[in-house]
Nanobody, 112 residues
Framework: QVQLVESGGGLVQPGGSLRLACAAS????????MGWYRQAPGKERELVAS???????NFADSVKGRFAISRDNVKNTVYLQMNSLKPEDTAVYYC??????WGKGTLVTVSS
């Protein structure tokens, strides 16, 4: 059974930081691109960041310079470090596995 379990979401003030984690089980991890998507209320789901098996990264323009993505192939976990958070970063963040599996999402709320 494939599971992608996200953690680390929550409420943070503007300018703050959060680190999301996604632990994968039941599916090969090392050889697949992993990514984070987000969906804000009333908006479509969008790619935030991705990381390939060779550690190449890609970021949405809106988060470049603020977010970082990393992976630990021993722990089968992908991380999203989010710094300088803005209210417009508020969304449900979803972990994505390159074989087209999805996590259930974790809510990030940026508000004072």
């Amino acid at each position: 059974q494939v599971q992608l379990v996200e953690s680390g979401g929550g409420l943070v003030q503007p300018g703050g930081s959060l680190r999301l984690a996604c632990a994968a089980s039941g599916v090969a991890f090392d050889f697949h691109t992993m990514g984070w998507y987000r969906q804000a209320p009333g908006k479509e789901r969008e790619l935030v960041a991705s990381i390939t098996r060779t550690y190449e990264t890609n970021f949405a323009d809106s988060v470049k310079g603020r977010f970082a993505i990393s992976r630990d192939n021993v722990k089968n976990t992908v991380y999203l470090q989010m710094n300088s958070l803005k209210p417009e970063d508020t969304a449900v963040y979803y972990c994505w596995h390159g074989a087209n599996y999805w996590g259930k999402g974790t809510l990030v709320t940026v508000s004072s």
